[in-house]
């Protein structure tokens, strides 16, 4: 059993999904590691790591506006807004969604479904770089 | 330290709660493991794992018509609608809710709280059978 | 490779996060653990762990009140009501955020970021004893 730590810098440019499935698979592929698990962890407070349907470009778009309704930026009781009106909601949409995915690894592959890819979700508007830490548990 | 890997496939007819509890738990029997982590990993875009109270049925039925609510399937800006009405909707579910839950195995039993039950949240009104990834570390 | 169980009880006195971090940092002091990951487990169905900006206290007053808005007490469609108003808005609560976070260690620290803080999110009004389950895999 070995434990083996990496770390991702994704650059965003506004708020939406950017998939970083085969990133982390590339981790993987590197590391050798034939089973087990690996956590894909986010070092930020206002972007989250989602496990999402990575076929078809409407869906993303539509979970994005889900969110920019169910959390919108103008929420008239926010009093933390100091750092601009896409803070706090940042803040609450990484509360509802997560801020880590953890995935077996069988036979030195992610056991993903057909469908599933791993996404930096961006709640701010400004271009960020963001940290993701991933650790591989395994043998 | 060992690695032990089992699927489970669960048919749903219709939304809704469905516990898989027993079902992990007796995967973890027939593996032996005294001390470690279950991590139990939805391979699916449009259902969910979460814990949930496990003891009053009613609770689970108002977290149910909760998210309907939440999450309407005539959601008038959804784009997504190919393949119907309710799948945009449970996209949106599962990125709210999880795609995983890894649970601590201490003296061969997962420590769940006196209430906690394992739930597979189907979100898709057809019959399905759901593909679950059951990854066992410890020893 | 080695596998400790720690249990954290956390009083609690009413709604809110409570930050947790340097209850979990120093049972990974205590063991020793320099690599691996650390599972901070709630055993409860009406109150959750989540990570969330530790630094400005505004920040987590606008969550608590985002999540009363989103999911008020007098939910006229609830019928789980036989332990209060607050009762069943807490287990939905606790489903729309998380039961745990798996965190990566790395050089004897758990590898959060600058303004990442660990909280139990107690969804009750009344005080509890919430008792956190913290497994630390590594070496």
Known sequence: MRIHHDQLE?????????EITDEV???LDQRGVQ?????VFMQH??????????A???ARRDLE????RLVPEDGEYFT??????????????????RTSETIPIADGKMQLGAWQGIFLFEHRRASH??????????E
Chains 1, 2, 3 share one sequence.
């Open 10 to 18: 994704v650059r965003t440019r506004g708020k939406g999904l950017y």
């Open 25 to 27: 698979q590339s981790r």
């Open 35 to 39: 089973n087990g698990i690996v956590t």
């Open 45 to 54: 407070t206002s972007c989250s790591i989602v496990i999402m349907e990575n």
């Open 56 to 58: 078809d470009p409407s």
């Open 65 to 68: 506006e889900f969110f920019e």
């Open 80 to 97: 933390h807004t100091a750092e601009g009106a896409d803070d706090m909601p940042s803040h609450i949409r990484m509360v509802l969604t």
């Open 129 to 138: 770089r963001r940290k993701i830490f991933v650790t591989i548990m395994g």
